[in-house]
């Protein structure tokens, strides 16, 4: 229930309501006291007449609306179509001109083609699926290949430079450098063509200098040929369509194709991009502008009549309310015909009434509606957002436009809704509310964004095309065409994959967009598992494009779809990339919204990924000839820095011996090389040494196998030179003997150094008979003095020895406390005096001895000394650790055997007072010896000491604290030094010492 104050509002809103929309007159006794004031009444014939104006505005508004999408729609079907048109025109254009291109590219490699040759390869451009129909080479201006060569003979020898109908764009492609499309125009032959002609340049030879002009490929573009591979009788049903610009001259040039007067009638029109121009498209609509408009008619024909209506009802609404009851049905009818949503508000956003079409907004009927505002019906943001469009238009006094996607609470569907909102005055100027009619411009909205779609896509296309032109080489193409989908086309992400058979996945080579290691991720599978029923995997292996138009709910992406959710990726399409005839790749690219790819664009998607294939083909032919030509340069700079840069002299010969080519190296003997061409090799050969020399050319030309041989020379000056030559063979196509290759040597300072060296080694022998004579001398003196030093110098050691110890058996108890200590220091002394000895000897020995190098076993040797000292090791407490994992090495067996128990005696001296004492053996081996190491854990050295400690008579420690003579070290780095090897050592004080020993293998 309704408190009495909101009934008396509701009552007048109604009856503003009734005015406005022609309620009986009853009730509009009383009037809202904030929107109108009292008046006097109003005559019949002025109500009558302000009735008919408000019809026929309402009628003008909606007839403006209707036209306006009429004419709209229009033009958005004429740019769909010819966008679509323009987009096969050029492809079909630009997939021709690559076919020339790649003919040239053929050409500059090879440019001594031949017919043959020219007609091998051409034979595969003019054929039914290209609209080529001749092409002709012209090297040096002058055509001279041709094909196909039937009906076309006449044009052969044609210079040109000096054709009157030809002359000027053959000069235009000459001096610019740039292909040239020129055309249609009628050909000799019969028919009408385009003429499409491109430069030839062939690369250097040299480096720095710039390509030779070959010459042009003209090629023949049958123009009907054109016009049915481009579909455009097929677009002719729906648009009338005509082409000018004439040898690419675009707008200013005159029309060729469709009727002339296309181009009067206000046209849609696109440029068609050719080499060194453009022509212009235009297109109208098969029934010419506005017929779409015509059906307009019977709504002005609605409008006036319910005007006259409204007039005649509002006149006789003065007179009765049953007149004007009908009047108001008849306007609610209209109202309730046409599309439009209308309704009316006061100037609260109270509703006042509404159309049928405005109920199904709502879902609620006109009487649940009126006296509610918009709060009621919709979400509270939203209700916001239409009272401030309803300020707005009141602010405004006047209309307000603004677009809004809404939910119509009838079935649940959305529509993009264009919305008028007018505020409504009395005579007097008083607001009585604001009127609204919104119209559904979803599909005009849907058209644009699907022009405006192909337009991105098409802008790809040309985009690519342009780098595929540039770029020479694969990496780059695929990063450029990434690059381009995501910046130009909009795309969220492309990338470009290939296939790999070694890993049996997709390996993505390029991408471009949001990416952040969704790539990393992919591991797509080539073969038919889940990993590989994806876009990608499916169009790998069918060879065709693939679309997932809803990543959310398509099965396929099952394992990636969580990962392309969270970045945004909402549909994705993969396009197929083939080499060669198979598929190697494909392109993918991914969007952010579902159901982006429809038929259209997948249309110029596969032109796109076509024009990629035919890129790569391109690339891989071209790549294949460069690396032929590098190889043949390569070959031949090798061959000539070998030649102009070594000593010896090479010469290139005939068969019969004369000289082809002369390497510098000749100059100094025989004056400018390039003056011995065409001469005879054996001429300046010693006589009595050149039928040898000819036997062995003759030799080498039959037998293809080079000998060595040496001869004299006899140079201008009369001198002779000694020369030492090597013969080979150069083989031609057909593996038989084309020329022989000579590399002769100037020996004659080599043989007098021979002489010489034979001359010094006479003289060497002498001295080394003296000097050996000099050493036995010294060797039989220190024969000589180990005698006196056994014999002379251990006879009084001996008494000294045997008297000491008479006194210690017999007279020991004679003497005190000092006396024996004196007789154990005599004992102790003449014990260190006889080590002394025979370390001295052994020294002595070791210098003079012959020592054996043969192979020994390293873990024999190292067990036999550790045998030697069991006692003494456990005596000590010694841990021995070993790991010979090299058992060989090449040494004398006693010198080894001496070295080797040096070194455990030294390690067992100092390594005593460890806690515990531990020595560690080992061995390794490097390719040429074999590294055997002793560590201990004794007391160590500073290793600025390391040279001294193996010098004769060198002690680092005092004798009292570590006994011996200080020759050990010194007999073990003789030993190695007498059986090839080296010795040193590695220590730190406190850390032990590591000795180590290197031996041949």
């Known amino acids: 229930m309704n408190r009495p104050e909101e009934n008396e509002a509701s009552n007048e809103r109604n009856q503003d309501s009734g005015m406005l929309l022609g309620q009986p007159v009853s009730t509009m006794t009383n009037e809202a006291p904030a929107i109108t004031r009292r008046t006097p009444p109003m005559p019949p014939w002025l109500f009558a007449l302000l009735a008919m104006l408000l019809v026929l505005a309402t009628e003008l508004v909606i007839e403006h609306f209707a036209w306006r999408s009429a004419v709209n729609d229009e033009k958005s079907s004429v740019h769909e179509r010819l966008f679509t048109v323009r987009a096969r025109l050029e492809g079909v254009i630009n997939a021709n001109l690559l076919l020339v291109h790649g003919l040239t590219a053929v050409i500059s490699a090879q440019p001594d083609i031949d017919q043959h040759g020219f007609t091998r390869i051409a034979r595969g451009l003019v054929d039914e699926r290209h609209a080529l129909r001749n092409i002709a080479g012209a090297p040096g201006m002058v055509v001279s290949l041709m094909y196909p060569m039937a009906g076309n003979e006449a044009a052969l020898g044609m210079n040109y430079l000096n054709d009157p109908s030809q002359g000027a764009a053959a000069r235009r492609v000459m001096e610019t450098g740039r292909a040239v499309v020129a055309g249609p125009l009628t050909l000799r032959q019969g028919g009408v063509g385009i003429v499409a002609r ?32 481009a579909e455009l009788k097929a677009a002719e049903p729906k648009l009338r369509l005509a082409i000018r610009g004439t040898d690419g001259t675009g707008a200013k040039g005159p029309v060729f194709y469709g009727d002339p007067a296309v181009f009067e009638q206000t046209p849609i029109t696109k440029e068609v991009s050719l080499p060194g121009g453009s022509w212009q498209l235009a297109a109208i609509p098969a029934a010419g502008w506005g017929k779409a408009a015509d059906a307009l008619w019977l709504i002005r024909l609605l409008g006036l009549l319910a005007g006259l209506a409204a007039g005649a009802m509002a006149w006789r609404l003065a007179l009765g309310t049953r007149a004007l ?433 034979r001359q010094l080694n006479a003289e060497l022998e002498e001295r080394v008979r003296q000097r050996t004579a000099e050493l036995a001398a010294v060797n039989k003196e220190l024969e000589t003095f180990t005698y006196s030093v056994s014999h002379d110098l251990k006879a009084p050691l001996r008494g000294i020895d045997g008297y000491s110890r008479l006194l210690l058996e017999d007279h020991l108890g004679q003497l005190d406390e000092e006396g024996k200590l004196f007789l154990g220091n005599v004992r102790h002394g003449v014990d260190q005096m006889n080590q002394l000895i025979e370390d001295l000897l052994a020294y002595s020995r070791m210098e003079r001895r012959d020592l054996r190098g043969m192979t020994l076993d390293l873990t024999r040797q190292i067990g036999g000394i550790l045998a030697e000292r069991q006692e003494e090791l456990e005596a000590a407490g010694i841990v021995v650790r070993t790991d010979l994992s090299a058992d060989t090495a090449r040494a004398d067996p006693d010198g080894l055997h001496m070295v080797l128990r040096n070194l455990l005696d030294n390690a067992i001296k100092f390594s005593r007072r460890s806690q515990p004492p531990a020595i560690e053996i080992r061995t390794s081996a490097t390719p040429e010896s074999t590294i055997l190491s002793i560590k201990d854990n004794g007391i160590g050295f500073d290793m600025q000491f390391q040279e001294r400690i193996f010098e004769i008579f060198q002690r680092l420690q005092r004798a009292e604290e570590y006994p011996g003579t200080g020759v050990g070290l010194a007999i073990v780095r003789k030993a190695m030094q007498r059986m090839g090897g080296r010795v040193w050592a590695e220590s730190s004080p406190g850390q032990g010492a590591t000795f180590y020993l290197e031996l041949p293998k």
């Open 325 to 757: 009851s009908k009047t108001v049905a008849r306007l609610r009818t209209l109202l309730g015909t046409i599309p439009d949503l209308v309704w009316m508000k006061d100037p609260e956003g109270v509703y006042l009434s509404c159309n049928p079409r405005f109920e199904a907004f709502f879902g609620a009927a006109e009487a649940a509606i009126v006296g509610k505002t918009d709060h009621a019906f919709v979400p509270a943001e939203l209700a916001d957002f239409f009272r401030e469009k309803d300020k707005a238009a009141i602010l405004a006094a006047g209309p307000s436009i603004n677009e809004e996607w809404v939910t119509f609470a009838s079935d649940g569907h959305r529509e993009l809704l264009e919305t008028i909102k007018t505020p409504v005055f009395d005579q007097t100027g008083k607001l009585l509310g604001v009127l609204g009619i919104a119209r559904d411009i979803t599909e005009r909205k849907q058209s644009a964004e699907r022009i405006n779609g192909l337009i991105r896509v098409y802008a790809v296309l040309s985009g690519i095309n342009e780098a595929i032109v540039r770029q020479r080489d694969r990496d780059s193409l695929f990063r450029e065409s990434c690059r381009i989908a995501v910046e130009v086309g909009g795309f969220r992400m492309a990338w470009l994959g290939m296939a790999d058979t070694g890993t049996g996945e997709v390996r993505p080579q390029a991408h471009a967009g949001v990416v952040d290691g969704y790539l990393d991720r992919l591991h797509i599978s080539l073969g038919d598992d889940e990993h590989g029923r994806g876009p990608t995997g499916t169009a790998l292996r069918q060879g065709h494009h693939v679309v997932c138009n809803d990543i959310a709910g398509d099965p396929r992406m099952a394992p990636w779809r969580e990962a392309a959710l969270a970045l945004g990726y909402r549909a994705s399409a993969a396009l197929p990339i083939k080499v060669g005839g198979q598929v190697r790749g494909t392109f993918n690219l991914y969007a952010e919204r579902p159901d982006f790819f429809d038929d259209a664009e997948l249309h110029l998607l596969d032109e796109l990924a076509l024009d990629i294939s035919f890129a790569l083909d391109y690339m891989e032919t071209e790549a294949q000839a460069r690396q032929a030509e590098e190889a043949l340069r390569e070959q031949e700079a090798f061959f000539r820095l070998i030649a102009e840069n070594m000593g010896d002299m090479v010469a290139v010969l005939d068969l019969n011996g004369r000289r082809l080519y002369n390497s510098p190296s000749y100059r100094a003997l025989f004056g400018d090389p390039d003056a011995l061409k065409g001469t005879d090799s054996f001429a300046e050969i010693h006589p009595d040494d050149r039928d040898l020399v000819r036997q062995v050319f003759l030799r080498t030309v039959e037998t293809s196998v080079g000998e060595r041989v040496n001869f004299r020379f006899v140079l201008a000056t009369g001198d002779v030179r000694e020369m030492e030559s090597q013969g080979g063979v150069i083989r031609g196509p057909a593996g038989t003997v084309e020329r022989v290759v000579v590399v002769s040597r100037d020996i004659t300072e080599r043989k007098h150094m021979e002489d010489e060296i």
């Open 198 to 229: 491109e430069p030839v340049y062939v690369p250097a030879s040299t480096p720095g200098e710039r390509p030779r002009f070959w010459g042009l490929v003209s090629a023949v573009i049958d123009a009907d040929q054109l016009y049915r591979l």
